[in-house]
C-alpha cells in the first residue's frame, strides 16, 4: 500500500505539468513607415479667389507639394509648393472670378492623395 502510495506522490508533479513552464520571447518591435497623407484640406471661395489650405502629416521626403485646379472638367492650372521636415503646411490660391464646379487634385511626389471639391453649381 505505502509503494503505490509513494510513486502517485512522485508522479503527481510530472502529471501535472501540462503547462508553460517558460516565459515565451517577446518578439522585437516592428517599426512601420506610414506614407505621406494630406490632412485638413479645405478649399474655400474668399471673393474672386479661391483658396486651398493644406498639411501633409507622416514621414515624407522633402518634396513638392503639388495643386491641379479645374472647372467641371476643364483644366484651370497647376501650382506646387516645396516641403520639408520644418514646413508641413501649404496654402495655394487660383482666381476665379465666375462661380463653377471647382475641384482641386493634391498630389505629393507623383502621388494623388486628395481630390478636394467646393460645388457653386450643378457639376
Known amino acids: 500500500m505505502r ?6 506522490l512522485l508522479l503527481a ?11 515565451p ?3 522585437a518591435q516592428i ?7 494630406v490632412t ?7 471673393g474672386e479667389t479661391l483658396r486651398l489650405t493644406a498639411q501633409v502629416d507622416g514621414r515624407f521626403q ?3 507639394l503639388s495643386v491641379a ?3 467641371s472638367s476643364e483644366a484651370l492650372g497647376t501650382d506646387s ?8 503646411r501649404a496654402t495655394f490660391s487660383l482666381r476665379a472670378p465666375d462661380k463653377g464646379a471647382y475641384r482641386a487634385v493634391l498630389s505629393f511626389g507623383g502621388t494623388v492623395l486628395r481630390q478636394v471639391e467646393l460645388y457653386e453649381v450643378q457639376p
Do not use: M
Request: charged fraction near 15%; glycine fraction near 6%; include cysteine.
Open 40 to 46: 485638413g484640406a479645405v478649399l474655400e471661395r474668399d
Open 13 to 23: 508533479p510530472a502529471l501535472s505539468g501540462c503547462r508553460y513552464n517558460f516565459v
Open 25 to 27: 520571447l517577446i518578439p
Open 81 to 88: 509648393v516645396y516641403l520639408d521636415s520644418t514646413q508641413h
Open 69 to 71: 485646379w479645374f472647372n
Open 62 to 64: 522633402p518634396g513638392y
Open 3 to 8: 509503494v503505490p502510495a509513494l510513486c502517485l
Open 31 to 37: 517599426e512601420t513607415e506610414l506614407p505621406a497623407r
